[in-house]
T-cell receptor
Framework: DGGITQSPKYLFRKEGQNVTLSCEQN?????MYWYRQDPGQGLRLIYY???????QKGDIAEGYSVSREKKESFPLTVTSAQKNPTAFYLC??????????????FGPGTRLTVL | AQSVTQLDSQVPVFEEAPVELRCNYS??????LFWYVQYPNQGLQLLLK??????LVESINGFEAEFNKSQTSFHLRKPSVHISDTAEYFC????????????FGSGTRLQVQP
């Protein structure tokens, strides 16, 4: 089945550590996105990539980094510079062609907790 | 820039009653409109979308939403809810070009009571 996988499902981090969240898709989608979800605030865009080897900052990129070396993969690193990283992180993808109107497909999410 | 406002953070309703979840948006360009549903500790699932054409769009599980351009609204309705509809619902917009990311509202928690 085609879809998006995220790992791990739960992640615990000590203050001062960098951690990397995995996102893989087998939908052959060109674009991939990372969102952060906090209670009562909806989802906010961290980074996005519309093509391999290229990515752009979203609305809340500070303290995060990404790479896009392969079409299928878009890992997110939460660095120690992110002051309040405890949140639910969602990865999404969509096709940049066709007639689906930018519909995005979401992974199951990773819940990051800072101890 | 775009923004989305979901006017109700929580909507309690009894089973088999009708419900409306409100969504208003602001944008300087034409947009696509979406409703997503999220069950606890899960990702988002697309419920329905408006791209163009008929302003009334329907989902397979009985929800519908109507695009109102003059009021910049995209309210979600269901004539009779079930316990299984209990979830968080997010309204979102996307510009038709450019970064094509979604801008989300803050969500509405629908609580269906027996």
């Amino acid at each position: 089945d085609g879809g998006i996988t995220q790992s791990p499902k739960y992640l615990f981090r000590k203050e001062g550590q960098n951690v990397t969240l995995s996102c893989e898709q087998n939908l052959n989608h060109d674009a991939m996105y990372w969102y952060r979800q906090d209670p009562g605030q909806g989802l906010r865009l961290i980074y996005y990539s519309q093509i391999v080897n290229d990515f752009q900052k979203g609305d809340i990129a500070e303290g995060y980094s990404v790479s896009r070396e392969k079409k299928e993969s878009f890992p997110l690193t939460v660095t120690s510079a992110q002051k309040n990283p405890t949140a639910f992180y969602l990865c999404a993808s969509n096709s940049q062609s066709g007639n689906r109107g930018n519909e995005q497909f979401f992974g199951p999410g990773t819940r990051l907790t800072v101890l | 820039a775009q923004s989305v406002t979901q006017l109700d953070s929580q909507v309690p309703v009894f089973e088999e009653a009708p419900v409306e979840l409100r969504c208003n948006y602001s944008s300087s360009v034409s947009v696509y409109l979406f409703w997503y549903v999220q069950y606890p500790n899960q990702g988002l699932q697309l419920l329905l979308k408006y791209l163009s054409g008929s302003t009334l769009v329907e989902s397979i599980n009985g929800f519908e939403a109507e695009f109102n351009k003059s009021q910049t609204s995209f309210h979600l309705r269901k004539p009779s809810v079930h316990i299984s509809d209990t979830a968080e619902y997010f309204c979102a917009v996307s510009d038709r070009a450019g970064r094509r990311a979604l801008t989300f509202g803050s969500g509405t928690r629908l609580q269906v009571q027996p």
